[in-house]
């Protein structure tokens, strides 16, 4: 069985990496979604059970797919599933420099590990967590951009944009 992990913060999951989870599971028998428990790099905006949930429900229909948490090395994860892929999505040139990086310093730790790059569909190569969030937050609707229940919390979240927003001037 050959198992691919796709670690992240999925700060939250959009329709991006849905897309790019999708594709993995038609190339590897299993994907492991590594959701990062403690990022070191960025507070996250909804908590960790928040974000195992949104993925949870949106991969429901995945037979292949599983949501498990992590706060160690991403090549330690992999290692503890016997994972021999790290998949990681790319949606714009940026991406690359980053990914080039994070990919040189896994080899040099565990060069069993292999690193596979899925390029994010057109139609989603735009879609980022941080740019889902501030749309959200300024009241734009994001529902074409993210799993329903995600769209859902940034309703409840903010109904008529965050406070002090052109949309919410008064608070």
């Known amino acids: 069985m050959l198992t691919a992990i796709y670690p992240g913060t999925y700060d939250p999951v959009t329709n991006a990496h849905i897309d790019v989870i999708g594709r993995a599971a038609a190339i590897f028998d299993r994907v492991v979604i590594g959701v990062v428990g ?18 949870r429900e949106a991969l429901a229909d995945n037979e292949n797919v599983e949501v498990d948490v992590f706060s160690e090395l991403v090549v330690n994860f992999a290692h503890k599933w016997s994972a021999k892929v790290i998949v990681k999505g790319l949606r714009v040139i940026s991406d690359f420099e980053w990914e080039f990086q994070m990919n040189q310093l896994n ?17 989603v190569s735009f879609v980022s967590s941080s740019g889902v969030k501030e749309i959200a937050a300024f009241g734009g609707n994001v529902t074409e951009l993210v799993p329903e229940p995600v769209a859902r919390r ?11 927003t052109p949309e919410n001037p008064q608070e």
């Open 154 to 164: 940034f309703q409840e979240l903010y109904p008529n944009g965050r406070p002090g």
């Open 38 to 55: 403690n990022p070191q790099h960025k507070q996250p905006m909804f908590t960790l059970d928040e974000r195992v949930a949104f993925l």
């Open 107 to 123: 080899r040099t730790l565990a060069p069993d590990i292999e690193t596979v790059y899925v390029m994010a569909s057109p139609a």
